[in-house]
């Protein structure tokens, strides 16, 4: 079930023994599109520090109460590997954590991958305000290293960079459409206002030619005039099959998300 990933910001990450801290950010990697790491604020329990998370130790996610359960002690948690601010987020640091905790970097090729995400099955919902949590706090998060194997980035950074097609800017990144089911993103929402009076439209992982982090902006292998005559889409409306299959056909994009 697709899910405007903004609204997941700020959920509560509840350890078997208590509250750990909340949701600050998420980290994908634009090969695959997945999520790959949860990045969590302590707040006040381990003061001034984040950690990663696993997608695979999420057991159950709560829309109605705002929480994510994960198959974690606290103490585990303090003791894992630490990850100082603006400290890169590099293949090294990665195979640690996958090493200290015993993950399995490969969890989600598993077939039956989603099982338990899947709990959070509920319709889409656009955020309170779609736009609202474009840059805050940009500066203060987990940084991303250039070099990491797998190009992975910061959703809400990546929310509001400007985005442009074969001929010309379109918009900008609003928001993204997240499966709850595989943790992939799905789809991004752009905001035209400065190009076509403020329409939104969705676009697929599979038009992105690039993410430039240096210029903040997302490059795609689509002309403008294409985007101009997608199907509308209005994001208070359900994502439903039949219009996956307008928009999939119309850009000649690969099967619809179900």
């Known amino acids: 079930m697709l899910q405007a990933i903004s609204a997941l910001k700020g959920f509560a990450i509840e350890a078997s023994d208590g509250r750990m801290g909340a949701v600050a950010d998420f980290l994908f990697d634009d090969a695959s599109w997945r999520v790959r790491w ?96 474009t840059m805050e706090g940009s500066q203060d998060e987990v940084a991303v290293s250039e070099e990491a194997g797998d190009h992975l980035h910061r959703v809400f950074e990546v929310i509001g960079y400007h985005i442009h097609s074969i001929d010309g800017e379109i918009g900008h990144v609003e928001n993204f459409l997240f499966d709850n089911e595989d943790w992939r993103l799905h789809y991004f929402t752009v905001d035209t206002s400065h190009w076509w009076f403020g329409k939104r439209v969705l676009i697929s992982q599979h038009a992105v030619k690039a993410i430039d982090r240096s210029d903040r902006q997302v490059q795609l292998e689509v002309s403008r005039e294409l985007v101009q005559s997608s199907p509308p889409w209005d994001p208070l409306a359900a994502f439903d099959q039949a219009y996956a299959t307008r928009l999939h056909s119309h850009y000649g994009w690969p099967g619809p998300a179900a």
């Open 38 to 133: 949860l990045v969590v604020d302590c707040g006040s329990w381990l003061k001034g520090r984040k950690v990663l998370i696993s997608p695979s130790a999420v057991s159950y996610a709560d829309l109605e109460d705002e929480e994510f359960e994960v198959e974690l002690t606290k103490a585990q948690v303090e003791a894992s590997p630490e990850l100082l601010e603006h400290q890169p987020v590099s293949r090294q640091m990665q195979s640690r954590l996958y090493d200290y905790y015993g993950w399995d970097p490969l969890w989600d090729e598993a077939p039956n991958l989603g099982a338990a995400p899947g709990e959070m099955a509920s319709s889409l919902r656009a955020p309170p305000a779609l736009a609202a949590q």
